[in-house]
């Protein structure tokens, strides 16, 4: 594909595949966890810039889920390989999720929408 690929890492990660098969790999500062390590979005876009990067592919959890790091990236003109930071930040919102998947005339469970109003019913009441 002729695409250069760059791949960050922890310490505890440095033999990992990943870091070994990209064409260059970014040590991440050292954090009480390696999960921490994924976290620091600073570090990761200051990386991405220094590395001059067109994309991240977040890959899943970590920050795949933060709409912070997706408006990171737009912020700083990466191509963020995933869904918009507006939209990471919606359906990270459950209530805002549901409304959402309901405008599209997507199926929901309704069940979602009874426990809610029971439970704020019985917290209202009691």
């Not at 890959?59 to 930071?85: H, M, T």
Request: aromatic share 10%; with cysteine.
């Amino acid at each position: 594909m002729g695409i250069r690929s760059v791949a960050i890492y922890s310490e505890q990660d440095k033999k990992m595949l990943h870091r070994t098969k990209a064409d260059e790999a970014y040590l991440l500062q050292k954090a009480r966890d390696p999960v921490a390590a994924y976290l620091n979005i600073h570090e990761i876009i200051e990386i991405a810039k220094r590395a001059n990067v067109d994309a991240i592919h977040p890959g899943y959890g970590f920050l795949s889920e933060r709409s912070e790091f997706a408006k990171a990236c737009e912020d700083n003109n990466i191509i963020f390989i995933g869904p918009s930071s507006e939209t990471v930040r919606k359906m990270g919102d459950k209530v805002v999720a549901r409304q959402t998947a309901l405008a599209a005339k997507v199926p929901v469970s309704c069940l979602f929408l009874f426990c809610l109003s029971t439970f704020l019913d019985y917290a209202c009441w009691n």
